[in-house]
């Protein structure tokens, strides 16, 4: 609607004002993940922010993105759970090691939010996979 669209400032038209994702950021970067390309790479995988392992992933209970930072290699849902390759799962955003202990989690700054908002917030963010 013209009278919703004329408070939302210079738009930036590198994705769909409208688009689903997960923003983070922090003091060095402000990045977007599109919900579709999250769940292109398989709903779960590791990526580097600011020189640091960080575990992206759609939550197989809330259906929504989250992301942590964790030392591993590779991840993957199973079982409605995330994986990592070190043993660990992610279950209702709680990080347990592989005998089942509850580990403390380091989260970067995050929001699930719409492109237009968080392109509004941090204008020219870096888009996961651009």
Do not use: C, H
Not at 8 to 16: F, I, N, S, T, V
Request: a neutral charge; charged letters at 30%.
């Amino acid at each position: 609607m013209p009278m919703f669209s004329d408070t939302l400032g210079k738009e930036d038209a590198r994705r769909p004002r409208m688009e689903l994702g997960l923003g983070i950021w922090t003091a060095q970067t402000r990045r977007y993940y599109p919900l579709a390309r999250i769940r292109e790479r398989g709903e779960a995988f590791v990526d580097v922010l600011d020189g640091r392992k960080l575990v992206v992933y759609v939550d197989p209970e809330t259906n929504t993105p989250a992301a942590l930072f964790a030392d591993a290699g590779g991840a993957a849902i199973r079982d409605r759970e995330v994986r990592l390759d070190t043993g660990a799962v992610v279950r209702s955003g709680v990080v347990y090691d592989a005998a089942g202990s509850r580990l403390a989690v380091d989260r970067p700054q995050q929001i699930f939010t719409r492109w237009y908002g968080f392109a509004l917030t941090f204008p020219g963010p870096e888009v996961f996979g651009e």
